[in-house]
């Protein structure tokens, strides 16, 4: 029997049902197709499979395959190039050459999707194939099962009602390169999507979702060497790229947009890395490391008008940790949420974003939607980040909510967390005036050196740079306002154990862990050396180690019976002075610290002193006394002439 031609035929599942019936009356199963232009030799031709498939042949191989769901795939290469094509081979050779038409309005789509898979079969490991940019090819569903160096310079639309991905990749080793030209178009509103299908511009080992949620496949395909680049990808029902179990994958120089769904990396990539790609008008992210990325990047993106810039990303806590990610150097502004976003999702979060960079990026007018809380970084169940040299402006402008903005936010889950070098302005609108920074008490957090500045002064729409505050082990310092901003630069709890150098508001620096001038001198040309805090003390006990203990070096003992004493801090430093006043109306006992001697009183002794007297005393090391040997000067108190 010999097989009409194949341009009669229009939609795939007439195409199937059509072969179906040609093979039921074919001798051994087996139909002769001598009219197909890349199945030209006797021993061609198609055959029905126990899968329900049907296989176009060449030689007794599979070619090209018909799947049973109606989908096409291109099998291992088998098929002979026929004489004129010989001398392109190696080199460059066009789609046309196999029969794919300009066809705008799909009215052979079935005959330029054969075509289409046969010349990626045929030039696999062989030649670059080219699709002109005059050409526009509507086509059902493709998988590339086979290495394939594709240039893409026209245009590529999915058929209507396919409900599926435009191209999805089984093989290692394919570049798609557009050219700066190419089109994938997805037809978003011929597709009607729905639970359990994904359709994405390009994919790979993400073909099922459950609600909205994409699900690795049971049995995955590990991909590698991915070059997608210089194309346009739109019109996408989910994701533009949906990318999974790779390695070694580079998109760049791409534009993805006009798209229901993030373009993302996920369930597991390594050394993989979106760079100086254009997103935009994207109905979620603007890019996603969703859950198990290791070793990948986006750099020199420019990504606006999404719901979310950029995301490293888990739902919860059952999904893959996502590690050494860096996102730098792009360009993220007027998204509807957030600039960038390190995330695991749950009320408990646990820590899933670890070891990322987030550096030179510049972010502004984030958060467009107003949300209370949101704003350009948020840092929810991450470890170990490095937020560096960032530039941040206009957070939270149509903010109309009574929470303010924040440029950047850290959860109290969140640990080892360095906040360096950032410039952020103008964050929060008028009527919910923003924060720089806010710290919702994360342990081992650093905040060093960054500045904060209202475009108005004190008129402006910042009432603080930072906010919140810090958990145990934090390092606070050399943090600034550039001029006025409405409010105070400093409006942080600070625990006892913070490590602290820092200038408060525009006034004095503040610093938690004290100054050792190991040579020289400190002098003061104008204004004084003073102590900030009097410590007014009860005196208590009858003896040394029922005495009131105090750490401060100005004291003033303002209740205490009789022979009540009172015992300086062991942490007091050695040469310190100390000045204790006596406002008790009775007589009181000094102790020195335990093991210690004032003047020769004899260890552990007090000294005594009576209502109105101030005893100003110093410690010195002692090889005799580990306490420290004392030395006191008693002075009476003033009087009037």
Known sequence: ????????????????????????????????????????????????????????????????????????????????????????????????????????????????????????????????????????????????????????????????????????????????????????????????????????????????????????????????????????????????????????????????????????????ADNCWFNHNHVYDITDGGFVFYQGNRHCGATGNIIHDCHDGIGVYCDNDQMSADMFVTIQGNIVYNNRDSGIGLTTGGSNPVLLQQRVIVAGNILANNNTGGRSGGGSIGIVGAQGVLIDGNMIFGDGSNGTGTDPSYSIFVDG?????????????????????????????????????????????????????????????????????????????????????????????????????????TSGDLIVDQGRIAFSNFYAATAQGANQSGAQAFNQQMVIVTVGASGAGVIPDIDIPNGAPVLIFNRTGNSIKIYPNTNGQIEGLGEDNPLSLANTQCLMMFKQPSTTYTGGQWWTTLMPAGTGS
């Open 1 to 268: 029997m010999t097989l009409p031609a194949l341009e009669k035929i229009v939609s795939l599942p007439s195409l199937k049902s059509f072969l179906n019936v040609l093979l039921q009356n074919a001798p051994d199963g087996v139909l002769s197709a001598p009219g197909v232009a890349f199945a030209n030799d006797q021993s061609s031709g198609l055959c029905r499979n126990e899968d329900g498939s049907i296989s176009i042949v060449s030689q007794g191989k599979s070619s090209l395959q018909i799947n049973a769901d109606g989908s096409l795939s291109a099998l291992v290469p088998s098929l002979g190039l026929n004489v004129t094509l010989a001398g392109k081979m190696k080199q460059l050779v066009m789609v046309t050459d196999f029969g794919v038409v300009h066809d705008p309005n799909g009215e052979n789509v079935t005959a330029n999707s054969i075509a289409y898979l046969s010349a990626i079969t045929m030039t696999s490991g062989q030649a670059r194939l080219h699709h002109p940019q005059n050409i526009t090819a509507v086509l059902n569903p493709m998988i590339f099962k086979v290495p394939i160096h594709l240039e893409l310079a026209g245009t590529i639309m999915l058929a209507r009602d396919t409900n599926a991905s435009i191209i999805e990749l089984q093989s290692s080793n394919i570049v798609i390169d557009g050219l700066g030209t190419g089109i994938l178009d997805g037809n978003r509103t011929g597709q009607v999507g729905g639970v359990g299908t994904a359709l994405a511009g390009i994919t790979a080992n993400c073909t099922t979702t459950s609600a909205a949620m994409p699900l690795p496949p049971a049995d995955p395909i590990a991909i590698s060497s991915i070059r997608i680049r210089n194309l346009k990808i739109k019109s996408v029902f989910n994701w533009p790229i949906s990318l999974g179990f790779i390695s070694d994958c580079r998109v760049e120089g791409c534009t993805f947009y006009d798209s229901m769904s993030s373009p993302q990396f996920i369930f597991s």
């Open 413 to 517: 889950v969140s640990s080892f967390v360095t906040i360096q070098n950032n410039i952020i302005g103008d964050c929060g609108s008028a009527s919910a005036l923003g924060v720089g920074i806010w710290l919702a008490s994360p342990n081992n957090c650093s905040v060093i050196n960054n500045g904060f500045y209202c475009t108005q002064g004190a008129s402006g729409v910042m009432k603080a740079g930072i906010g919140g505050g810090f958990g145990a082990a934090g390092i606070y310092r050399d943090n600034y306002t550039m001029g006025a901003i409405n409010g105070y630069l400093d409006q942080v709890n600070k625990p006892a154990d913070l490590l602290m150098q820092q200038r408060q508001s525009n006034g004095s620096l503040a610093i938690s862990n004290g100054i050792e001038v």
